[in-house]
């Protein structure tokens, strides 16, 4: 007897409107990071369009464009493509969640739109990562709302008895980010409650070092939830079906992950070192921030020995290579995370360039360069169509893996420098550098940044040049592959 699933024909409708919203807002995203990556550089570059093109106005636009705008995307756009597969069920099946997940998309970038024009604007509640006000946060609600449905609508009539490791990734990134989002927007609307001011500004519900706590929470565990765990989703299902290889231990998946849950949301405290929260705390947030290597390592180890015995296909496939490289930073990311958490080390990179370098280490290296992995894997199997270049796949990944290099390898010692810099002082106890001498001594690295980050600017528009070129004229393919992608040379 046939197995139905064999006869699904999977809807990937909302998975290619996520999929090009995840290019469009790359775009955007890094083209501005670039921008004002130049401009700290160049300061005159400030003032190209008066007060809208200022470093202050454009860094939230960067920020949220790739973590909302990019990252989001990417991830919903293979949750609509892996959610069908893993769980045997098509989305045609049922006329609800196609809905579910239409509304999804379109109230999505209704929100994003506006989003940017309140930013734009200079309408901020000026908490980063959280600069949405309220009506903008309802309708964060409502998008996030719809996403729970599409996921336990689609498990509720699933075929597959068992959830693949994917799955519960994902439950993860959706139920942390409902409780981290909801907890750390709670705002007072200041003209509903005083009739002053304006009808769309705010207030935070906490205040002093409690909203600050709250903040932080907020900040290090949305990196958790969706830097980290809906990315981590992505790989335990493309890696295997891209290199045909089993996950090397599933017990492992399951060990990593039932731990990373309950040590990840206890290291926020890290953020407030030095700061007026209480020391234990302080103390607390940095011990689990060092433990947090067993479960982070203990996915990327499991990552890295599933290609055990194929590591030959690192070498032919670029596919691979980027997913490989990506557990890779993945790991230098969450290694540097830990170290820069221990109190003596924090007292030194605190507040300097160090911190955005291992941000972008991160970012760039495990979360961009596995949402284009995934997007290449993808391809292929939604369009019909070959990878149209293997050769610009290649010199992509070299250009950004070099601009990654620089990047973050400039911002290490910028920020070191910064760090003993401002600790240095003479026999007397008076500093040796003003802020200024700092400036100046750091201003050779801020232009390399700049340069690592227009490198990987470029290799994304080559990425999104054979996509386009993939999905438009490339030569169509009759039968899904089961495993390595297709692609012409």
């Not at 995307?73 to 239409?102: C, D, H, N, P």
């Not at 739109?113 to 734009?120: D, E, G, I, T």
């Not at 903008?136 to 597959?160: N, T």
């Not at 557990?327 to 820069?340: A, D, N, R, V, W």
């Amino acid at each position: 007897m046939a197995n139905p699933s064999q006869n699904l024909g999977y809807d990937y409708t909302v998975a290619k409107w996520f999929m090009f919203a995840c290019i469009l807002f790359g775009i955007i995203g890094m083209g501005i990071g670039t921008l004002i990556a130049f401009q700290l550089a160049f300061p005159e570059l400030n003032n190209i369009a008066g007060e809208y093109s200022t470093f202050g106005r454009l860094r939230p636009l960067h920020t949220n464009g790739v973590i909302y705008g990019f990252m989001l995307s990417g991830i919903w756009a293979t949750w609509y493509y892996v959610g069908q597969r893993v769980l045997k069920v098509s989305m045609r099946e049922s006329k609800f969640l196609m809905f579910v997940g239409k509304a999804h998309f379109i109230i999505f970038m209704i929100t994003i739109l506006l989003a940017v024009v309140s930013l734009f604007a200079g309408i901020t509640t000026s908490k980063e990562y959280s600069e949405l006000e309220w009506p903008f946060d309802i309708a964060v609600v409502v998008i996030w709302v719809l996403w729970g449905m599409s996921i336990f609508g689609l498990i509720g009539i699933r075929r597959e008895k068992s959830l693949y490791i994917s799955v519960w990734y994902y439950i993860a990134a959706f139920l942390g980010v409902a409780m981290l989002y909801l907890f750390n927007n709670m705002e007072v609307p200041t003209r509903l409650v005083t009739g002053m001011g304006s009808w769309i500004h705010s207030v935070s519900m906490y205040a002093g070092s409690n909203d600050a706590l709250v903040q932080w929470w907020f900040g290090h565990n949305a990196v958790a939830f969706v830097f980290t765990v809906a990315i981590i989703a992505e790989i335990y299902y493309f890696l295997p079906k891209e290199s045909g290889q089993p996950i090397f231990s599933y017990k492992l998946s399951l060990f990593s992950f039932w731990s990373l849950m309950f040590i990840y949301l206890w290291a926020g405290g890290h953020h407030l070192i030095y700061s007026t929260v209480p020391d234990w705390m302080q103390t607390m947030g940095s011990i689990f921030s060092v433990v947090l290597i067993l479960p982070s390592w203990g996915s990327a180890i499991n990552i890295l020995l599933t290609m055990k015995g194929e590591w030959h296909q690192v070498k032919e496939s670029p596919l691979i290579k980027f997913m490989i490289f990506a557990s890779t930073f993945y790991m230098f990311s969450t290694l540097e995370g830990s170290i820069q958490s221990v109190k003596s080390i924090n007292a030194l990179a605190h507040f300097t360039d160090w911190i955005p370098g291992h941000v972008h280490d991160g970012t760039l290296g495990w979360v961009g360069f596995m949402t284009m992995a995934a997007i290449y894997h993808m391809t292929p199997r939604v369009f019909k169509k070959e990878i149209y270049s293997k050769k610009i796949m290649e010199l992509q990944f070299t250009i950004q893996t070099l601009g990654i290099v620089l990047f973050f390898s400039s911002m290490w010692i910028a920020g070191i420098t910064q760090g003993m810099m401002w600790r240095a002082y003479d026999d007397g106890g008076a500093l040796l550098y003003s802020f200024i001498d700092t400036v100046v001594a750091l201003h050779p690295y801020f232009i390399i940044r700049a340069i690592g980050g227009l490198l990987y600017l470029i290799g994304f528009f080559m990425f999104a040049y054979n996509i386009y070129k993939s999905v438009t004229s490339s030569r169509s393919i009759e039968v899904e592959p089961k495993s390595a992608s297709p692609m012409q040379a």
